[in-house]
């Protein structure tokens, strides 16, 4: 594919890290501008590139995020990341994995205290309540398989870096890490902290150690136990309070018919 040459920030950084972020950039290619990072880095799955080939884009056309959601992307003002991951096995928690590794960077390289959401969001504390925390980063995890039948996985992650790396509208519900710190912010030395953390956290994964995992993301989720919240059904809205995380990655939450057991879909804090 012809892909462009690497900004010096995302070398320096890439160079910097690379006896830490373990396969995460065994090949890279950067792209101005791509319709979406994750449907890149698919094709080059099938094409045969090495586990940990990164797409990096300054901007996306076509971002998305769970459940079909765009994933506002304009040019130079976040990172637009997605990795090929060839043990398949991993899938079913990567995303919970990703949110570690992704969050655990942010926190080495800005100090700033995030937290996650369940299921993939990265939110920058704002006070105690829950619903006041606003969405920074977000991850989207993909399963692929190639003609010849060989699964992989695309990690996929975008971070909001710039003040206006969301539009004005979703003020209430983003924010980006110039906002949060107050100061202009290299997102390649970012980068290099995110992809050491999720390098460590995949590592766990594929070395069974899916308990470690599951640990550290209940660390940096208090929203995960305690907070009032509700989902929709096709049934309609329904609410509760959570209580925990499971051992496959399901959200516990309790109501007044009993608990129940959250393995896909969105919720809100009240």
């Given at each position: ?35 979406s990072t ?46 090929v991951l ?93 906002v949060e ?90």
């Amino acid at each position: 594919m012809a892909a462009d040459p690497l900004p010096l920030e995302i070398d320096a950084a890439l160079r910097a890290t690379a006896s830490a972020r373990g396969i995460f950039g065994t090949r890279v290619f950067y792209f101005a501008e791509t319709g979406s990072t994750n449907d890149v880095a698919a094709l080059a799955a099938e094409r045969g590139e090495p586990d940990g080939t990164l797409v990096i884009a300054a901007a996306q056309t076509a971002g998305r995020g769970r459940l079909g959601r765009t994933w506002y992307s304009p040019p130079g003002a976040g990172l637009y990341v997605s990795a090929v991951l060839r043990d398949a096995a991993i899938a079913p928690w990567l995303t919970l994995a990703g949110g570690v590794g992704v969050a655990e960077g942010l926190r080495a390289a800005t100090g700033l205290p995030v937290q996650l959401k369940w299921p993939n969001d990265v939110v920058a504390t704002a006070g105690p309540a829950f619903r006041a925390r606003r969405k920074l980063a977000g991850i989207l995890a993909e399963a692929s398989s190639t003609s010849d039948g060989l699964q992989s996985v695309v990690l996929g992650f975008g971070i909001n870096v710039r003040a206006d790396a969301f539009p004005p509208e979703l003020g209430d519900r983003a924010t980006s890490l110039e906002v949060e710190l107050g100061r202009p912010v290299d997102g390649g030395p970012v980068l290099g902290h995110v992809l050491v953390a999720l390098n460590r956290a995949v590592m766990d994964l594929s070395g069974g150690r899916v308990d470690e995992v599951l640990r550290r993301w209940r660390a940096l989720a208090p929203s995960s136990t305690g907070a009032s919240v509700e989902w929709d059904t096709p049934d309609g809205v329904r609410a509760g309070v959570t209580a925990g995380l499971d051992a496959d990655g399901a959200l516990l939450v309790r109501n007044g018919t009993g608990m129940e057991r959250l393995i896909s879909g969105e919720i809100r804090w009240l």
